[in-house]
């Protein structure tokens, strides 16, 4: 099992779709993508 910590507050795009009634919204966002990236590489770095 594996800890992840992960970074609040959640990115824009993210909350506004958590915001939508049927739950079937967009998840691949830039924002959310790089800020997925950053949150499970150990040093940080965004490739």
Do not use: C, H
Request: overall charge positive; charged content about 45%; hydrophobic content about 30%.
């Amino acid at each position: 099992m594996v800890k992840v910590e992960r970074s609040l507050p959640a990115p824009v795009s993210l909350a506004e779709e958590a915001k939508r009634e049927n739950g079937r919204g967009k998840y691949d966002k830039p924002d959310v993508i790089e800020r997925l990236k950053k949150d499970f590489r150990r040093d940080g770095a965004v490739t």
